[in-house]
């Protein structure tokens, strides 16, 4: 289960429970606990770029996990996100039906934040429960 509230304005809160997300969701909170959200400092939605920041982030490894039946490259935080630090995002070989049921749940649960353009952005806090 993911939950989103707005509160203050343009600052989402994000809670996600582990125990749904299996190796998923035990990746998250592990990379994003602890004091600025692990070292990544503030997190915005950023959709525009999504895609590139994808591919950069698990370039060097897709060779290493290619015909790994069930696994999925799950990187944190995930591409749709930007964020004030230069640490790169924590990529891991996952299960893919964890990896994909938690992506897909929070990018539906984020479609309630629009972007107009990519300077529109909405800040993000991660909670675990």
């Given at each position: 289960m993911?939950l989103t509230?707005?509160?203050?304005?343009?600052?989402?809160?994000?809670?996600i429970?582990?125990?749904a997300?299996?190796?998923?969701?035990?990746?998250?909170?592990?990379?994003?606990?602890?004091?600025?959200?692990?070292?990544?400092?503030?997190i915005?939605i950023?959709?525009?770029?999504?895609?590139l920041?994808?591919?950069?982030?698990?370039?060097?490894?897709?060779?290493?996990?290619?015909?790994v039946?069930g696994?999925?490259?799950?990187?944190?935080p995930?591409?749709?996100?930007?964020?004030?630090?230069?640490?790169?995002?924590d990529?891991?070989?996952?299960?893919?039906?964890?990896?994909?049921?938690?992506?897909?749940k929070?990018?539906?649960?984020?479609?309630?934040y629009?972007q107009?353009?990519e300077?529109?952005?909405?800040?993000?806090?991660?909670?675990?429960?």
């Amino acid at each position: 289960m993911i939950l989103t509230s707005e509160n203050p304005p343009g600052v989402v809160t994000v809670t996600i429970r582990v125990s749904a997300y299996g190796q998923a969701g035990e990746h998250w909170r592990d990379v994003l606990s602890g004091p600025n959200h692990g070292g990544y400092g503030k997190i915005y939605i950023q959709r525009f770029g999504a895609n590139l920041r994808r591919y950069l982030s698990c370039y060097e490894l897709r060779d290493y996990y290619r015909g790994v039946t069930g696994a999925n490259l799950d990187e944190c935080p995930g591409a749709m996100f930007i964020w004030t630090t230069d640490k790169p995002a924590d990529v891991e070989a996952i299960d893919a039906i964890d990896n994909q049921k938690l992506g897909r749940k929070l990018g539906n649960e984020l479609r309630k934040y629009p972007q107009v353009d990519e300077r529109d952005l909405w800040e993000v806090r991660f909670r675990f429960e």
